[in-house]
């Protein structure tokens, strides 16, 4: 046990030495939707990630407590159909930005876990490697409006 708690004290120090920019704002969000889709059908989540740190960050993964399971995925056309594979991790350096947006990277948002309708927030969790996880507020908004 006092091995244990040493090791995570230890873990702690090194990752505070890692990230002594951690501040807020130095990853912006913006434009976070979720196309909500009728029914108990999985919806996506798109946004714009800025990274505006000094240092590359990794998007590792997301969670909600609205969604049972949330997934990355990216879409892509093969010999004209539609495919959308599973992202495990996304790399965005410094400066750049990303987009989650139709026929590219999106949240795949699975196993609704409380009603939501057109107009409503939601809270989704963007988790990433060497950076605090950043809770960020999405809008459901109708296919028709995307
Ligand atoms: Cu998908």
């Known amino acids: 046990m006092h091995r244990l708690s040493r090791t995570l004290l230890a873990g702690a120090t090194a990752f505070a030495l890692l990230s002594p ?15 909500l ?3 108990d059908v999985p919806s996506a989540g798109y946004f714009s990630l800025h990274n505006g740190s000094d240092r590359t ?16 995925h990216k ?10 594979h599973a992202v ?3 790399e965005v350096a410094a400066g750049e930005d990303i987009d989650f947006a139709p026929s590219g990277y999106h949240l ?7 009603p939501l309708a057109i107009g409503e927030q939601v809270t989704i969790t963007l988790e990433f490697e ?12 109708s296919p028709a409006d995307m």
């Open 21 to 35: 920019l951690a501040h807020a704002g130095d990853i912006d969000v913006s434009d976070a939707r979720v196309r």
């Open 37 to 39: 889709l009728p029914g």
């Open 57 to 72: 960050v990794t998007l590792v993964g997301a969670s909600s407590d609205a969604f049972g399971q949330v997934m990355m």
């Open 75 to 84: 879409s892509m056309e093969k010999d004209g159909m539609a495919h959308m």
């Open 88 to 90: 495990p991790s996304l």
């Open 108 to 114: 795949m948002l699975m196993k609704r876990s409380a």
């Open 130 to 141: 060497q950076h605090p996880a950043m809770p960020v507020t999405f809008e459901a908004v």
